[in-house]
């Protein structure tokens, strides 16, 4: 079976995001598992995605994206067909309520089974949420662009929000309030979800 996992690279007041370092974690330990880094701007990020689904024609798809907001994993369920954001993107470009795609469907729900995973999860010690909204950024346009490739090959894909690690902000005091996770944790994270997708998804 072939997996592509999907990670960020930094953007706003960020040097590094921890998506990139699970994604490279994941494809270094599991011989099946392919990593892309995506670039955090609009437009980009889905081109880069849809050309790696072409060129590896996955069985399963699984995204990590930071959300600096949270001290735990979410689990996304639904991607929206909506861009519109409170941050540039890395090119400095702001979207006003605009649709990903002119002529997709409002929502997409993923197949994986998020509870199962969240139970998974929690269970290895690991704190995880079910999540009803992956905001309206780069993480929820890479997403929707996922759920409709998924919904078109009939093949499981989904998105994972994870907190900034620990080890990024030792050097930053100015984001000591910020939520995380350790680096290790949130690898273990990573390899639950994968692992769980392979096993608890037909
Ligand atoms: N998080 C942002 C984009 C890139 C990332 O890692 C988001 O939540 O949209």
Same mark, same amino acid.
């Given at each position: 079976?072939?997996?592509?996992?999907?990670?960020? #690279? *930094?953007?706003?007041?960020?040097?590094?995001? !921890?998506?990139?370092?699970?994604? @490279? /974690? $994941?494809? %270094?330990?599991?011989?099946?598992?392919?990593?892309?880094?995506?670039?955090?701007?609009?437009?980009?990020?889905?081109?880069?995605?849809?050309?790696?689904?072409?060129?590896?024609?996955?069985?399963?798809?699984?995204?990590?994206?930071?959300?600096?907001?949270?001290?735990?994993?979410?689990?996304?369920?639904?991607?929206?067909?909506?861009?519109?954001?409170?941050?540039?993107?890395?090119?400095?470009?702001?979207?006003?309520?605009?649709?990903?795609?002119?002529? #997709? *469907?409002?929502?997409?729900?993923?197949?994986? !089974?998020?509870?199962?995973?969240? @139970? /998974? $999860?929690? %269970?290895?010690?690991?704190?995880?949420?079910?999540?009803?909204?992956?905001?309206?950024?780069?993480?929820?346009?890479?997403?929707?662009?996922?759920?409709?490739?998924?919904?078109?090959?009939?093949?499981?894909?989904?998105?994972?929000?994870?907190?900034?690690?620990?080890?990024?902000?030792?050097?930053?005091?100015?984001?000591?309030?910020?939520?995380?996770?350790?680096?290790?944790?949130?690898?273990?994270?990573?390899?639950?979800?994968?692992?769980?997708?392979?096993?608890?998804?037909?």
């Amino acid at each position: 079976m072939k997996i592509l996992v999907t990670g960020f #690279g *930094p953007f706003e007041r960020f040097r590094s995001n !921890p998506a990139e370092a699970v994604a @490279d /974690h $994941l494809a %270094k330990t599991h011989p099946d598992v392919e990593a892309c880094i995506l670039p955090v701007v609009y437009g980009e990020a889905g081109e880069v995605l849809l050309e790696e689904l072409e060129r590896v024609d996955p069985d399963r798809v699984i995204s990590f994206g930071l959300n600096a907001t949270i001290g735990h994993i979410n689990l996304e369920e639904v991607a929206v067909n909506i861009r519109s954001s409170e941050i540039p993107d890395n090119k400095g470009r702001t979207l006003e309520d605009a649709k990903i795609l002119e002529k #997709g *469907p409002l929502a997409y729900r993923t197949r994986l !089974p998020i509870v199962r995973l969240m @139970d /998974h $999860l929690r %269970k290895n010690g690991i704190p995880a949420k079910r999540s009803y909204s992956a905001g309206v950024y780069i993480c929820n346009e890479v997403f929707y662009l996922e759920m409709d490739w998924a919904h078109r090959t009939e093949r499981p894909a989904g998105f994972v929000h994870i907190p900034i690690a620990t080890e990024m902000i030792a050097e930053r005091a100015d984001l000591y309030r910020t939520p995380h996770m350790s680096m290790e944790m949130l690898k273990k994270a990573g390899e639950l979800i994968m692992d769980g997708t392979m096993k608890f998804v037909k």
